[in-house]
Every structure is written in C-alpha cells, then in structure tokens.
C-alpha cells in the first residue's frame, strides 16, 4: 500500500504572514533590491552593492529581511552566496490585495444601490421600539402639551 504524503509541515518552519512582505517591501531601499533582483540575474552582495553609497553590510541587513519575509532565496556559488527574488510570495501579496479590493468594490456597490434605491427604507414600526421608548415619548408628549 503506498504511503500517503505527510500532512504535518516540517519542524521548525513557521507560516510567515503576509504582512511580513508588506513590511518588507515597505522599505523603499529593499523595494529597490527586489527590483534588481527580478531581472532575474542572480547577484552576489558585491554586485548588489555596486554602484550605490550603500555597504555590504547595509545590503546584506535588508537581504536578511526580505529573506525572512520569503521574498528572496540564496545559494552559495563559489566564495559568493547569490540571490534571487522568490515571486510565489509577492504572488500570495497579490493575491491578498486583490481579496481585498473585491471586498471593498463589494461594499462600494451595495452602498451605490443603497444610495440608489427608488424607495427610501421604512422607518422602524413602533411594535419593534422597547415599550419603555414609547412610553417615555408619550409621556414627554404630554408635558409639552
């Protein structure tokens, strides 16, 4: 009988939420990275660095970041580590704000129709007031009068 795939995930493997990649790609010096890197060359820190004022050691701070967000991957090529964008994570943000902008066209719609609608809503019934409402509008009826 052919073993069935694990349904637990590997220990020690946390799901990264996806507002670490909001977080990550906040910062206009990692969005800046990951531009370079979706060229789809696989550049060490020595090419990343070049022609910036940034540091290695600046550089390898905000690799590190979009690393732990799951938007880069590494590999080590020689004496160099390489790096390249990992697109499943900025397609699972994508992914969210287009969940989101659904929702809000959503609401949108239904507060046009609302706006829209021939006939205003009906006023609440006076069965659906709590009796202490109604008597203590009779009974301020009934001073004023």
Do not use: C
Request: glycine letters at 4%; aromatic letters at 4%; proline letters at 9%.
């Amino acid at each position: 009988m052919p073993s069935s795939p694990p349904t637990h995930k590997p220990r020690g493997r946390r799901p990264r939420p996806i507002a670490t990649v909001f977080a990550a790609i906040g910062d206009e010096t990692r969005w800046n990275l990951l531009t370079r890197l979706a060229s789809g060359t696989r550049p060490s820190i020595a090419e990343l660095t070049a022609g910036t004022a940034m540091t290695r050691q600046a550089v390898t701070k905000h690799l590190r970041v979009l690393h732990a967000a799951g938007l880069v991957r590494h590999a080590r090529a020689g004496r160099a580590m390489r790096y390249e964008l990992e697109p499943q994570r900025l397609d699972e943000a994508r992914s969210a704000l287009e969940r989101i902008a659904r929702q809000w066209d959503d609401a949108l719609l239904r507060l046009k129709l609302f706006v829209e609608a021939d006939t205003p809503p009906a006023p609440p019934s006076s069965a659906s007031r709590s009796p202490r409402t109604a008597r203590t509008r009779r009974a301020s009826t009934r001073k004023h009068a």
